[in-house]
């Protein structure tokens, strides 16, 4: 895809990265127990940032129990923030939260640089990783259902927030008041969607009728889910010698790669998915239904963990909760704790308290991969 939507730039030398300041709220409230705390949010946004091709230079951090309506952070903390992207010249803030339109246009008075929020970021590395053409439509679906609402009639929001698709083009060359510019906007936009969830249609038929068949022949199928960059890929490879993308990076993989596998003596099939990750963008959940279809529709489902994430516990309950909004909650689990060869052993034992049933393993170096494998079969002979 032209990158002209892009917010980062992936090619380029971190030297020569736009510069990002990353702006988020501490919630000193009870919400600060439940979740998994400012820094790890934090930690991640900067990752996502960075798998987005952004080099992040600051971040701004304000307590208070929740985020101000007209400005996200408050108004000394938005001229802090000011004075911050003036002094390092800094191209773009990141919110670590979802930013109403009305905060976004304040900030951006304010600060007088771009400012997006975390759900951007996340359709923008989503553009950029969608490989076929089913990710590609689900991608620009989800980037519509995020546009629409955000439209402003100056063409502005088109290039500067993700962007689709039509991005450089749409409101292009339209004159006349502000209102008739954004109405002609929300149209083309709307009639593209229209034309694209046609095409989704159709694909998601061919999904099933490929599910179908793959069910007629009494194949069993397991869908590997779990956090972004938790080894999905690394563990469809070592159970199967396919050679998915693996990648050091968030959302490398977007397009299920179905295989078919004989594990022990269970013969299988073994599709590899898009990963989950905390905030996961709603539109992105709507418009990729069809390829999580996959995990929704599977025998069972193999909920592969990073046993070396400190936040490991929270990233599991994350995924629980995705896979009970895409309707796969009641699919059978097997839980992979996986990458136990850069694990502290405590935190394995730990893991395993707390999920008895759990199997220790390494994609990398194929610890674990026998009884891994002896317990997938169990479940599947189980059926
Ligand atoms: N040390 C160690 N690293 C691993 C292991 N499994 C995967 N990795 C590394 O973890 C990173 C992510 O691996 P992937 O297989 O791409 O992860 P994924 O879950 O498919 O990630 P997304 O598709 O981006 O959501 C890569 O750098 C892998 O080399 C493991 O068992 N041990
Ligand atoms: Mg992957």
Redesign the pocket.
């Given at each position: 895809m032209a990158g002209q939507w892009l917010l980062g730039n992936g090619g380029a030398p971190r030297g020569e990265r736009p510069t990002a300041v990353l702006l988020a709220v501490h919630r000193e409230d009870e919400a600060a127990d439940t979740g998994p705390g400012t820094e790890v949010s934090l930690a991640e946004l900067r990752r996502l940032a960075d798998t987005d091709g952004l080099s992040v230079v600051d971040e701004v951090v304000q307590n208070r129990p929740r985020p101000d309506p007209a400005t996200f952070v408050g108004s000394g903390k938005v001229d802090e923030l000011a004075a911050l992207t003036e002094r390092t010249g800094a191209d773009l803030v990141i919110a670590d939260g979802e930013l109403s339109p009305g905060q976004v246009r304040n900030l951006e008075e304010r600060v007088g640089v771009r400012v997006v929020d975390r759900t951007a970021l996340i359709l923008d590395i989503f553009a950029e990783?969608a490989r076929t053409s089913e990710g590609r439509l689900q991608v620009e679906l989800a980037q519509i259902a995020y546009q629409l609402p955000r439209l402003r009639g100056d063409g502005r929001s088109m290039s500067r927030v993700g962007g689709g698709r039509m991005a450089g083009g749409a409101g292009m060359g339209v004159r006349g008041p502000g209102e008739m510019r954004l109405e002609t906007q929300r149209r083309r936009l709307r009639h593209r969607a229209t034309t694209l969830r046609r095409n989704a249609t159709e694909l998601a038929r061919r999904r099933q009728r490929n599910r179908e068949r793959r069910a007629r022949n009494q194949v069993p199928s397991v869908a590997?889910t779990?956090?972004?960059?938790?080894?999905?890929?690394?563990?469809?490879?070592r159970l199967t010698g396919a050679d998915?993308?693996?990648?050091?990076?968030?959302?490398?993989?977007?397009d299920p790669t179905v295989r078919r596998v004989r594990v022990d003596d269970v013969l299988c099939t073994v599709t590899?998915t898009?990963?989950?990750v905390r905030h996961l963008p709603h539109q992105l959940v709507d418009a990729f239904r069809s390829t999580l279809d996959e995990v929704s529709r599977s025998d069972l489902v193999l909920h592969?963990v990073?046993a070396?994430a400190p936040d490991a516990l929270d990233q599991i309950t994350t995924v629980h909760g995705v896979l009970h909004e895409i309707g796969a909650g009641d699919v059978p689990e097997l839980l992979v704790l996986?990458?136990?060869?850069?694990t502290p052993p405590e935190w394995v034992d730990a893991l395993q308290r707390a999920y008895p049933e759990a199997v220790p393993?390494?994609?990398?170096?194929g610890?674990g991969g026998n009884e891994l494998r002896a317990a997938l079969a169990a479940r599947l002979r189980r059926r």
């Open positions: 990783h590997i779990g956090y972004t960059n938790a080894g999905k890929s690394a563990l469809l490879n998915a993308q693996v990648q050091d990076v968030l959302f490398a993989t977007l590899d898009v990963g989950f592969v990073d070396s996986n990458k136990i060869d850069v393993a390494s994609a990398l170096t610890a």
